[in-house]
């Protein structure tokens, strides 16, 4: 008995699975457009896309995209190479057929980048489902069929993995150095009480978890910024043992009530609060303040209320042209830590953090913060790169919550 107990521990750690992803990064697509000249342009073009948006009643998904960390995938059988944005913000999955090829399918050339195209006909898995796609973005869309094929990527395969294949993109993806997106989204592990493809690949590593590090140095050119995303295990080398966990709130994202945020002397905390409706007799909770932790987001979006409340303590400018509140760059040393109140525990990111040099040239730098809406009880802030920098981010797919740990 005791051998066969021996046995049985050693298979348990030989058929442990791991795998460990180097993620890059695109680099700033803004400071890009600003040394080009094509910014005016770009940001007039995504407020005309915004406001036919609004007034179509659509309700695109909240994002600021500027930089984006890719991961090398290979698609189908034999494996086509693609460079794809591991977001766990986004809900579906894409990639760009080898049938478009408009401009903004082939990429532009102002991000130097080559575009991977998928060519369908080349993989002996793709499978073709009799189903269209769209996704609206803030900022684009981009919409085409659905297909399924195997993915894979770190030594980790994924056969039977639903992808949209895109067939039109707008002019902003042209802009991008991606060739589509994988989703990591809550959503993508499962749907209807359904463990899709992707869920059932986790079952095979040593932990259904996943753990995600970003370099805390910021570097605007392409490659720079290095990250790690980790499956199957928590990453020791890059964050710190100290786990501190909280439960999902949605079954779409990975989303989850915060208490408040903080910076210098201004402190705003929310409770959960009950509204009494006397003419109907019932009570409604108010939910808290809800987030979703996105690796596909560059900074941290949240009310224009908390936007103005970092802008007037760290006295920074909005320049109106581009979008964006800067500060002098000499001064990103000394300003407030900005505070995330998490679960009772608070998450402190330091200035040298949220406020990053994009190349602007005279001597100012931008405060990493963007304003959104809430829309009816979604997520009223997004948690992207300015905050993973900080804090690594545990995914934990089998327990359902997400957990934050210093990074090293």
Same mark, same amino acid.
């Given at each position: 008995? /005791?051998?066969?107990?021996?046995?049985?521990?050693?298979?348990?750690?030989?058929?442990?699975?791991?795998?460990?992803?180097?993620?890059?990064?695109?680099?700033?697509?803004?400071?890009?457009?600003?040394?080009? =000249?094509?910014?005016?342009?770009?940001?007039?073009?995504?407020?005309? $896309?915004?406001?036919?948006?609004?007034?179509? =009643?659509?309700?695109?998904?909240?994002?600021?995209?500027?930089?984006?960390?890719?991961?090398?995938?290979?698609?189908?059988?034999?494996?086509?190479?693609?460079?794809?944005?591991?977001?766990?913000? #986004? +809900?579906?999955?894409?990639?760009?057929?080898?049938?478009?090829?408009?401009?903004?399918?082939? *990429?532009?050339?102002?991000?130097?980048?080559? /575009?991977?195209?998928?060519?369908?006909?080349?993989?002996?898995?793709?499978?073709?489902?009799?189903?269209?796609?769209?996704?609206?973005?803030?900022?684009?869309?981009?919409? *085409?069929?659905?297909?399924?094929?195997?993915?894979?990527?770190?030594?980790?395969?994924?056969?039977?993995?639903?992808?949209?294949?895109?067939?039109?993109?707008?002019?902003?993806?042209?802009?991008?150095?991606?060739?589509?997106?994988?989703?990591?989204?809550?959503?993508?592990?499962?749907?209807?009480?359904?463990?899709?493809?992707? /869920?059932?690949?986790?079952? @095979?590593?040593?932990?259904? %978890?996943?753990?995600?590090?970003?370099?805390?140095?910021?570097?605007?050119?392409?490659?720079?910024?290095? =990250?790690?995303?980790?499956?199957?295990?928590?990453?020791?080398? $890059?964050?710190?043992?100290? #786990?501190?966990? #909280?439960?999902?709130?949605? @079954?779409?994202?990975?989303?989850?009530? %915060?208490?408040?945020?903080?910076?210098?002397?201004?402190?705003?905390?929310?409770?959960?609060?009950?509204?009494?409706?006397?003419?109907?007799?019932?009570?409604?909770?108010?939910?808290?303040?809800?987030?979703?932790?996105? +690796?596909?987001?560059?900074?941290? &979006?949240?009310?224009?209320? #908390?936007?103005?409340?970092?802008?007037?303590?760290?006295?920074?400018?909005?320049?109106?042209?581009?979008?964006?509140?800067?500060?002098?760059? @000499?001064?990103?040393?000394?300003?407030?830590?900005?505070?995330?109140?998490?679960? =009772?525990?608070?998450?402190?990111?330091?200035?040298?953090?949220?406020?990053?040099?994009?190349?602007?040239?005279? &001597?100012?730098?931008?405060?990493?913060?963007?304003?959104?809406?809430?829309? &009816?009880?979604?997520?009223?802030?997004?948690?992207?790169?300015?905050?993973?920098?900080?804090?690594?981010?545990?995914?934990?797919? &089998?327990?359902?919550?997400?957990?934050?740990?210093?990074?090293?």
């Amino acid at each position: 008995m /005791r051998s066969l107990l021996i046995f049985a521990a050693l298979m348990a750690v030989l058929c442990a699975k791991s795998f460990k992803m180097n993620v890059l990064s695109t680099g700033s697509l803004r400071a890009k457009l600003i040394t080009s =000249g094509q910014y005016p342009k770009h940001l007039d073009r995504n407020r005309r $896309h915004q406001m036919q948006n609004f007034r179509k =009643g659509s309700l695109p998904i909240a994002d600021y995209a500027d930089e984006f960390y890719v991961g090398e995938v290979q698609v189908g059988t034999p494996g086509q190479r693609t460079q794809l944005v591991m977001s766990t913000g #986004v +809900t579906g999955s894409w990639l760009i057929d080898s049938n478009c090829n408009s401009d903004a399918c082939n *990429g532009v050339s102002v991000n130097g980048f080559t /575009r991977h195209k998928f060519n369908t006909l080349n993989s002996s898995t793709f499978q073709l489902e009799d189903e269209g796609f769209a996704i609206l973005y803030g900022y684009g869309v981009c919409e *085409g069929y659905m297909a399924t094929d195997v993915f894979s990527f770190a030594g980790f395969n994924i056969a039977g993995q639903d992808v949209g294949m895109a067939l039109y993109v707008n002019n902003y993806f042209g802009n991008l150095a991606i060739d589509g997106m994988f989703s990591l989204a809550w959503l993508a592990f499962e749907v209807n009480n359904e463990s899709t493809p992707l /869920r059932q690949a986790f079952d @095979d590593l040593s932990k259904p %978890i996943f753990t995600v590090w970003l370099d805390k140095k910021v570097n605007i050119n392409a490659g720079g910024n290095p =990250g790690l995303f980790t499956f199957g295990e928590f990453d020791q080398d $890059h964050c710190e043992e100290d #786990v501190n966990y #909280v439960l999902l709130t949605d @079954d779409v994202h990975w989303q989850f009530s %915060i208490d408040g945020y903080s910076i210098s002397s201004h402190e705003k905390l929310t409770k959960a609060e009950v509204i009494l409706c006397n003419e109907l007799n019932t009570t409604f909770p108010l939910m808290k303040i809800q987030a979703i932790s996105d +690796t596909g987001t560059s900074w941290i &979006g949240a009310s224009q209320e #908390v936007v103005d409340t970092v802008a007037n303590i760290t006295g920074a400018s909005y320049d109106a042209s581009r979008d964006i509140y800067t500060v002098r760059c @000499d001064s990103s040393e000394t300003l407030p830590d900005f505070n995330i109140l998490i679960n =009772g525990k608070e998450y402190a990111i330091p200035s040298a953090v949220y406020v990053v040099d994009i190349g602007l040239n005279n &001597g100012n730098c931008v405060i990493t913060f963007f304003s959104m809406s809430a829309n &009816g009880f979604g997520p009223s802030w997004v948690l992207g790169a300015t905050f993973i920098r900080s804090f690594c981010h545990v995914y934990d797919v &089998g327990a359902k919550q997400i957990g934050f740990s210093r990074a090293r």
